[in-house]
C-alpha cells in the first residue's frame, strides 16, 4: 500500500522560510519522478514543482522559479521542498505525489500559511 506523508508546515511571516518532507512508504520510489502541488482556498490544485527519479532533473512552477528549490533522498524515499522568501501568496495546503503504475497518489497535505 502506497503511502506519502507530508511535514513541515506552518506559519511564517513573508520573506521568511520553511522546508517541507515527504516520507513514502509502501515501496520504493527510486525509479519514480516525485512531485509537490498546493492547493489554495477557493481554487484548484496546481503543480509546484517535480524532481526527476535520480534527483538530477528538476521542474519549477513559474510562480516559484528562484524560491523554491525540491530534492530528494532515495535512501530514505524522501522528497523535500526548500521554500524560501515565502510570499503571502504561497498560502496553500501543500501535497507530495507520485504516479505509480497510473494511479496517482496523495498524501494528507500540510498547510503553509504566510502572513504580510
Known amino acids: 500500500q502506497v503511502q506519502l506523508v507530508e511535514s513541515g508546515g506552518g506559519l511564517v511571516q513573508a520573506g521568511g522560510s520553511l522546508r517541507l518532507s515527504c516520507a513514502a512508504s509502501?515501496?520504493?520510489?527510486?525509479?519514480?519522478?516525485l512531485g509537490w502541488f498546493r492547493q489554495a482556498p477557493g481554487k484548484e490544485r496546481e503543480f509546484v514543482a517535480a524532481?526527476?527519479?535520480?534527483?538530477?532533473?528538476?521542474d519549477n512552477a513559474d510562480s516559484v522559479k528562484g524560491r523554491f528549490t525540491i530534492s530528494r533522498d532515495n535512501s530514505k524515499n524522501t522528497v523535500d521542498l526548500q521554500m524560501n522568501n515565502l510570499k503571502p501568496k504561497d498560502t496553500a495546503v501543500y501535497y507530495c505525489?507520485?504516479?505509480?503504475?497510473?494511479?496517482?497518489?496523495w498524501g494528507q497535505g500540510t498547510q503553509v500559511t504566510v502572513s504580510s
Open positions: 505525489h507520485v504516479t505509480f503504475r497510473n494511479l496517482d497518489y
Open positions: 509502501g515501496r520504493t520510489f527510486s525509479s519514480h519522478a
Open positions: 524532481v526527476s527519479n535520480s534527483g538530477g532533473i528538476t
